[in-house]
């Protein structure tokens, strides 16, 4: 099939890379033409594993253009995917000017039946807002349908997500976009496809994210209960997720949920909910737990070094979860300027983010990005871990040790066994494992 894509975002780059690789012919257009030089070229826009393969392949093979005229992205495409951003709003609503600006743009090009489908995520009821909007710019007797087809893609895993989704959900109101849908995937993939209605494909996707945003919020409000009765959450977590109706996944006490989706979708949903006169208080209490993860992560470093002012802490990691440069809704927004105003003197470092981070806060006297974890330790009274980085389960801790003035480590993201850190002379710090005093101490003196 030919396909035109509206968006070159994490989304939408993941989504035409993806649907060339499965042989169709793909147009993807964005507004930004330095974007659009940089793809094609074959320059990812993206830290996304496995992207610039299957970007670089697609594009060679001829299955793959990029382009700033929406009218190439239109043009014989027979189905045209809206993978723009939809950030939150100030209000918690969802932010839906770039999708109104495509209605716009597709309404005076539809030349013959066209099929729009709505990739990015969007409240229940999106598509009518689309519809109504293309029907009066393009007029009644235009032919069209919208469908909503969302996408499950987690960031750092996108590519794989997208070859081997573990459902498709395709929401239609007509039999011509439902069988669209259908041949498009069909042949593709062996998963259960789910063929709903299109409101009924919105909500879909905002409950799937807003439920995986609970279960972090409910693993992290036991974490609280696990600080106070010194009981290791992770254990907790592994008991629990054993239950093949809880499932082990999402279960990983730490920082609580980043990015440019769960925190969104969550307040998104909060808003539909709200606009239907439903009371969906255990989401805002899910947003509360949630928000509070860094005061709970900064009372820890203040428990660690008492006075702030002037103490060096090394920053590992900006990125809002490993694998990835993307730093919206990331803990690190909110600790490393909360850390900067008390007076400490930051080294930073991440493997792929700092980039975009330091856009946001340019180095000064108190603030340096340093190449490695060992120049983040270099006279370090405490480090400090925000992102959960696999290159950081693995490091030279004798090193480390020795090239910090104090051996104090703050985990955020509990990458490592307290018994373990201990041994190895560090004071080690995380969230929901008891803290590192208590594990020096023997049991009758811990009550
Ligand atoms: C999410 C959904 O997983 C994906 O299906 C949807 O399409 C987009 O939103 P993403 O935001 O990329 O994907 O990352 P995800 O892996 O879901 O992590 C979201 C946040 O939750 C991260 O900040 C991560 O650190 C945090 N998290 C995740 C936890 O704190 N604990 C966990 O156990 C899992």
Not at 13 to 22: E, N
Not at 38 to 46: A, C, E, W
Not at 165 to 177: F, L
Request: net charge negative; with cysteine.
């Amino acid at each position: 099939m030919r396909l035109g894509i509206f968006g070159t975002g994490y989304a939408g780059l993941v989504t035409s890379v993806g649907l060339a690789q499965l042989g169709h012919t793909v147009t993807a257009i964005d507004k930004n033409p330095d974007i659009i030089a940089r793809l094609s070229d074959g320059v990812p826009t993206i830290h996304e594993p496995g992207l610039k393969e299957l970007l670089t392949s697609n594009l060679d093979a001829g299955r793959l253009s990029f382009t700033t005229k929406a009218a190439d992205a239109m043009g014989e495409s027979q189905i045209v995917f809206v993978c723009v951003g939809t950030p939150p709003r100030a209000d918690g609503r969802a932010d839906l000017s770039q999708v109104e600006e495509v209605a716009c743009t597709i309404a005076p090009m539809l030349d013959g039946y066209k099929l729009i489908v709505e990739k990015s995520t969007v409240p229940a009821r999106t598509a009518y807002w689309i519809d109504s909007t293309i029907r009066r710019l393009a007029g009644p007797e235009r032919e069209f349908d919208i469908a909503s087809n969302p996408e499950f893609l987690r960031e750092g895993t996108a590519v794989r997500d997208f070859l081997h989704p573990d459902r498709i959900v395709i929401g239609a109101d007509s039999g011509r976009a439902r069988s669209l849908l259908l041949d498009l995937y069909q042949s593709s993939f062996s998963c259960p496809i789910i063929v709903t209605s299109v409101t009924t494909a919105e909500l879909i996707k905002q409950a799937a994210n807003a439920f995986l945003a609970t279960k972090i919020s409910f693993i992290n409000m036991v974490s609280d209960v696990c600080e106070k009765l010194d009981v290791d959450v992770a254990a907790v977590a592994k008991g629990i997720g054993l239950d093949p109706r809880i499932g082990g996944d999402f279960l990983r006490a730490g920082l609580g949920f980043g990015g440019s989706c769960l925190p969104k979708d969550v307040s998104a949903l909060i808003k539909v909910a709200e606009h239907s006169g439903v009371d969906v208080g255990m989401l805002k209490e899910v947003e509360r737990i949630n928000t509070a993860r860094i005061d709970r992560l900064l009372a820890k470093i203040e428990r660690a070094l008492w006075v702030l002012p002037n103490k060096v802490i090394g920053v590992l990691g900006v990125a809002f979860k490993s694998d990835t440069d993307d730093i919206r809704g990331a803990p690190s927004l909110g600790v490393i300027p909360r850390l900067h105003s008390m007076g400490a003197r930051l080294h930073v470092y991440d493997p792929a983010a700092v980039r975009n981070f330091e856009r946001l806060y340019p180095p000064n006297d108190r603030l340096t990005y340093v190449a490695s974890v060992y120049d983040a330790a270099r006279e370090a009274d405490a480090l400090v871990i925000l992102t959960d980085w696999d290159e950081f389960r693995s490091l030279d801790f004798g090193r480390i040790r020795d090239a910090m003035h104090t051996p104090i480590v703050v985990d955020g993201r509990n990458l490592f066994e307290p018994p373990l850190m201990q041994a190895a002379g560090f004071e080690y710090y995380s969230l929901g494992r008891g803290d590192a005093t208590l594990h020096q101490k023997p049991f009758r003196e811990r009550v």
